[in-house]
């Protein structure tokens, strides 16, 4: 997939500005246009449930507050998004004025974060997120801009800007669905990487559908990718393929989200889980 569109859901935080800065250089990169969300929560939402015995003039009032602090942080986020694209050079406007030019627009919108953050996730070629702090649960706007969307997402680790594209990309690989869809989804960039690897373990292998004929089949699309087998070990699967991908001097890692269930993942753990908590490299994701 070319990248055209990228949308970064935005709050004030301790990583927004290198994240805004990761986003604008990444949609220069692509001549692509960016688009960061920046949610006013309602209300009522903006309220916690210990106000509930409080008088009625009271919680409005705490309400009123809340509001005004929330439009207060936009329009300062907004304000160090703009110096950035004049540093940069990025043109601000909207999306399709100029197309097949950088360009980035800064929406504030009023709703439920994670609703807006699923509905315009789902009409961009790209989400960026940042690495989450907890992972237990993960936050619940991580898991909507990669359950509820289908689109790929590139968690980038807490504080890093991300100037320059990938040039070692690292699929991890297990046949399944998730898998498949996040190489299909990076095919551009996998096509100007100057080296790819397929990461699988030693025991998969054995398997059809192996990182073997996964190399075969990136070779009809142009890409000369590499088999890499991994060992488990006493390891879980997350631990031994972020080491593999770190010891091939990987500056991407490509894997499929969440590749089992909901529950399964809560209860066992999981890659997603694991490369969440403790990738030290860019990480892009598709469910």
């Not at 509001?67 to 998004?81: P, W």
């Not at 990669?146 to 980038?156: A, I």
């Not at 070779?219 to 990718?225: E, F, L, Q, R």
């Amino acid at each position: 997939m070319t990248i055209k569109t990228i949308i970064l859901p935005i709050r004030e935080s301790d990583v927004a500005d290198s994240l805004m800065e990761t986003a604008i250089c990444m949609a220069i990169r692509n001549n692509a246009h960016l688009d960061l969300l920046y949610v006013q929560n309602e209300p009522e939402h903006l309220v916690p449930f210990a106000t509930l015995g409080v008088s009625t003039s009271m919680r409005q009032s705490i309400i009123e507050s809340a509001s005004a602090a929330a439009i207060k942080q936009g329009e300062d986020l907004k304000q160090r998004f703009q110096a950035l694209c004049e540093r940069l050079d990025m043109k601000q406007s909207t999306r399709c004025e100029n197309p097949g030019e950088p360009s980035a627009e800064f929406l504030i919108r009023r709703g439920i974060r994670n609703e807006l953050i699923a509905l315009y996730g789902r009409l961009a070629d790209l989400i960026i997120v940042p690495q989450p702090l907890s992972v237990s649960p993960p936050p619940s706007s991580f898991e909507a801009a990669l359950r509820d969307t289908g689109r790929p997402v590139l968690m980038v680790p807490r504080k890093k800007i991300l100037v320059d594209a990938g040039k070692t990309l690292a699929i991890g690989w297990n046949a399944s669905k998730e898998a498949a869809q996040a190489m299909a989804a990076v095919m551009g960039n996998l096509q100007r990487a100057d080296k790819v690897y397929v990461l699988e373990s030693e025991k998969r292998m054995q398997n059809p559908l192996n990182a073997i004929e996964a190399c075969a089949y990136l070779k009809c699309h142009g890409v000369a990718a590499e088999p890499a087998a991994f060992n488990v070990g006493k390891q879980s699967v997350g631990e031994a393929l972020l080491t593999k991908a770190n010891e091939l001097n990987c500056d991407r890692l490509i894997v499929g989200g969440y590749s089992r269930s909901k529950l399964r993942n809560m209860i066992m753990g999981g890659v997603t889980g694991h490369l969440m908590a403790n990738s030290d490299i860019p990480v892009i994701l598709v469910h």
